[in-house]
């Protein structure tokens, strides 16, 4: 497997632990004890997260994760409190990925796996922030299961073909940086309400969010 294929697969991972990362602990270690999917050789070395304990310890804060991202409120106290986690987890993954026998490689991946986590925490976290405040019950909970649908297959596209790992990590930054900007305008709109002494409600209306997008 080339350096492109490697690198890929460290940045796809370490994009996908901003949003989910015990799921992508878990995902990875049942991948390699199981065998449902290809996983290259080259990560054997993440034989570790195979172990048993560790397998059912990040089983556990998965499913844990899973529900607490559908209730709102709850899912944005959870995103602060990951704030460090998420970034060191998607650095430590991508650290793991890469040849250790190359160190700068494992510099260059160590940094670019935790700004990766990091700019796909903050989307996350800044979209739901303003997803919460709309009024609509099950704008929250559509979004979280948007999210599973992705990261999910992700994960399989990633670990399956490795090929085009490097293009699933460009189309996730991607969709890291457009979430992030259209949360930055809704709430740049909000405050500039709020500074013109105009009403701002109490909630958020789903239009506001949509015309924050466009």
């Not at 901003?18 to 878990?26: D, E, K, N, T």
């Amino acid at each position: 497997m080339g350096i492109i294929e490697i690198l890929g697969i460290a940045g796809s991972v370490s994009l996908l632990a901003g949003w989910r990362l015990y799921l992508c602990i878990f995902a990875t270690g049942a991948a390699m004890r199981w065998g449902p999917l290809p996983l290259p050789e080259h990560l054997a070395a993440l034989d570790v997260l195979a172990n048993p304990w560790v397998m059912g310890v990040a089983a556990l804060a998965a499913l844990i994760e899973l529900l607490t991202d559908k209730i709102a409120w709850l899912d944005s106290a959870w995103d602060a409190v990951h704030t460090l986690v998420r970034p060191i987890g998607g650095a430590m993954l991508a650290l793991a990925i890469v040849d250790p026998s190359d160190p700068n490689t494992q510099v260059i991946a160590f940094i670019l796996g935790g700004a990766g986590a990091l700019a796909s925490h903050a989307s996350k976290a800044g979209t739901r922030a303003v997803i919460n405040a709309s009024p609509e019950p099950v704008s929250n909970l559509a979004a979280s299961l948007a999210e599973d649908v992705v990261i999910g297959g992700s994960l399989v596209l990633v670990y399956a073909f490795p090929a085009i790992a490097a293009v699933v990590a460009v189309a996730l930054l991607v969709l890291a940086v457009y979430l992030t900007l259209m949360a930055r305008r809704v709430i740049r709109k909000l405050l500039g309400r709020k500074g013109r002494g105009e009403p701002v409600p109490a909630r958020v209306r789903a239009r506001d969010f949509d015309a924050g997008a466009g």
